[in-house]
Structures are given as structure tokens and as C-alpha cells.
DNA sequence: AAGAAAGTTTAGCATAGGCTAACTTATATA
DNA sequence: TATATAAGTTAGCCTATGCTAAACTTTCTT
């Protein structure tokens, strides 16, 4: 019985990681979208349907349909037929995405990947990294910089 | 002209590395899925539906439709109402997610990122981790044991 | 050996995220 | 300005991954 109790709690605190991973897959295209727009705005002044596409590998329809959620999410703003826009909640997440983005891409550089494989592998880890493991590459990068 | 495929190949490259993301994600449930078999049978002689369901934090039904479909890719055997095994590729596989996933914890204990947050964060990263960044998270273990 | 409990399976539903094809609107150019 | 091309939208499809509820086996207990 106290064995079936600690095998109960041992359980919970293993299934709490999984949860954690599906709960992060969900996050993790609205965090897309919104850097992406993001970047879009910056470097041309708006963002279209189109360039989100091409950048993600998706098609057209995919984008269109994800941006609904995503403006039902609060995060993004859109007049049929125009360019897409993010609110208040957008740029915070964006900015959010960013910098985590960074962190992981200079930290997978100073520990010595290659530039390509860095720029992948920062793609698929940001997302999963929690603020503990978020500081402790800031702190590598910082003490052993790239460049 | 030249700008814009400069431009395409640009974005090629950046669309590979969300592709990939993608394609990671599809692969990761069978992972997860044989890793927890594989140490199930360890720790106990055979894998059972209901265990596999309480680790992942899911519900049976979803266990018995996901093993359908690792069965048919060939991962796993299994006889109606009977505990669950593993193929050749399935074991093959298991051990391949063992091996990056005690690196990833590893790697991130000997970061300095406290224990449970390694334990959790492995599980998300584990999967999105290349060859290249394996092979620096080991070195760094290698040159910075934690214990 | 019968009945209760535990575990497995099936059926049916929902959501997310892909796709193509057909259609509509906006823009650029002849 | 008219029209061809580019861009955005809609509709309808598919698969993966979740869920609950109900049905069916197996196993345990009396």
C-alpha cells in the first residue's frame, strides 16, 4: 500500500514531463507565427500570407487557417485581403520567442555545433527549454562567447 | 532576378529547418512510446497498456489507438488482451532514445540546471537534438561530469 | 466455480495541422 | 482602362493525437 502510493506519485511527476512536451507542441506554432511576423514587419514593413508560407514550407491554406486561431487567440490582426498585424499580446510573445531563440542558437554555437546545425537544433529545442535551463546557457554563452 | 533566388534559396534553407521540426514531431511518440516499453519489460518482465497510459499521462483508450499504429510501422507486437513487446527495429530504436535522452539529462545536470528541471526539459529537447549537438552535449559531460 | 474487479478494446467524438483545387480580390502592366 | 498575374480565401479532404462511455476479457477472491 505505501509502495502503490510512491509508485502513484512517482507516476504523477513522470507524466507531469510528458504533459509538459504536449502542452509546448501546442505553444509552439503560435510562438512561430508571431516571431515570424515578427521578422516580416521588421525587415519589410508588413507581413503577408505568402512570405509566412514560403519561410514555414507550408502551404498557403495552412497559413491562412492557423491565422485564424491565431487572431481567436488575441495575438494577431487581419482585414480580408491584407496584411497581417500583431496586437499588443503578439509582439510581447514574439519578443519572448526571440530572445529565447537567440539564447539557444548562441549557446548551441559556443559549445562548439556547427552554424547550419545550430540554426536547426535552436529551431526544435527553443520551445522546450524551461526558464532554469534558459539561464544557465545564458550564463555559458556569456562565459565562453562565440564570437 | 538574382536577388530573388538568393531570396528562394533563403528561404529553402529556413523552411528546412521547420520541416524538420516537423518531422521530429511525428517521430517523437514512437520514441517515447518504445523507451517507456523497453523499461517496463526492464523493471517488470512485460509492458502493459494501463502502466504505459499513467506514465504518459493519457488515457488508456489513446495508448491502445497509438500501439496500432506502432504496430503496424513494425516497432511493437501484440496479441489481443496480452501484454505488449518489442521488434528487433522497436528494441533498436528504444535504445537509440535512451542513449540520447541519458546524454540530454546529463548534459543539462552538468550545465547546472537543477535536477528536475533536467529530468523535464530532456524529455522535450531530447528529440530535436542532432548528431552534432549529441556529440558536443557529450563532450561537455565528458569534460564537466556532474558527479 | 461464480461474481467482482481490473484491464483491454471499440465506437464515436473533437481539435490541430497538413494538403489540393476552385474561387475571389488586388495589383501591375500592356 | 482592361486584363493578366499574383495573392488571399474557402471548401473539402486526410492523419495524428487526445477524450469518454460502453462492451468485452482476464484475473482475483471468496
Same mark, same amino acid.
Given at each position: 500500500?505505501?509502495?502503490?502510493?510512491?509508485?502513484g506519485k512517482?507516476n504523477k511527476l *513522470?507524466? +507531469?514531463?510528458f504533459?509538459r512536451? *504536449?502542452a %509546448? #507542441?501546442?505553444?509552439e506554432?503560435a510562438? %512561430?507565427? @508571431?516571431e515570424?511576423?515578427a521578422?516580416l514587419?521588421d525587415e519589410?514593413g508588413?507581413?503577408r500570407?505568402? !512570405?509566412? +508560407?514560403m *519561410?514555414?514550407? @507550408?502551404?498557403n491554406? $495552412? /497559413?491562412v487557417?492557423t491565422?485564424k486561431?491565431?487572431t481567436?487567440?488575441?495575438? /494577431? $490582426?487581419q482585414?480580408p485581403?491584407?496584411a497581417?498585424f500583431l496586437?499588443? !499580446?503578439g509582439?510581447?510573445?514574439?519578443?519572448? @520567442?526571440k530572445?529565447? #531563440?537567440e539564447? /539557444?542558437?548562441?549557446?548551441?554555437?559556443?559549445?562548439?555545433v556547427?552554424? &547550419? $546545425?545550430?540554426?536547426? %537544433?535552436? &529551431?526544435?529545442?527553443? #520551445?522546450h527549454?524551461?526558464? !532554469?535551463t534558459l539561464?544557465?546557457?545564458?550564463r555559458? /554563452?556569456? *562565459?565562453?562567447?562565440?564570437?
Amino acid at each position: 500500500m505505501a509502495l502503490s502510493n510512491k509508485k502513484g506519485k512517482v507516476n504523477k511527476l *513522470r507524466s +507531469a514531463a510528458f504533459k509538459r512536451v *504536449r502542452a %509546448d #507542441h501546442s505553444a509552439e506554432l503560435a510562438g %512561430d507565427y @508571431v516571431e515570424m511576423i515578427a521578422d516580416l514587419i521588421d525587415e519589410r514593413g508588413e507581413a503577408r500570407c505568402t !512570405d509566412i +508560407a514560403m *519561410r514555414l514550407g @507550408v502551404a498557403n491554406a $495552412t /497559413v491562412v487557417k492557423t491565422l485564424k486561431r491565431l487572431t481567436d487567440q488575441g495575438l /494577431v $490582426t487581419q482585414e480580408p485581403y491584407r496584411a497581417i498585424f500583431l496586437t499588443g !499580446d503578439g509582439w510581447k510573445l514574439a519578443e519572448d @520567442v526571440k530572445r529565447k #531563440h537567440e539564447i /539557444v542558437e548562441r549557446f548551441l554555437l559556443a559549445l562548439g555545433v556547427p552554424a &547550419e $546545425t545550430a540554426k536547426s %537544433d535552436a &529551431e526544435g529545442i527553443e #520551445h522546450h527549454v524551461s526558464a !532554469d535551463t534558459l539561464k544557465a546557457m545564458a550564463r555559458f /554563452v556569456f *562565459r565562453n562567447p562565440f564570437n
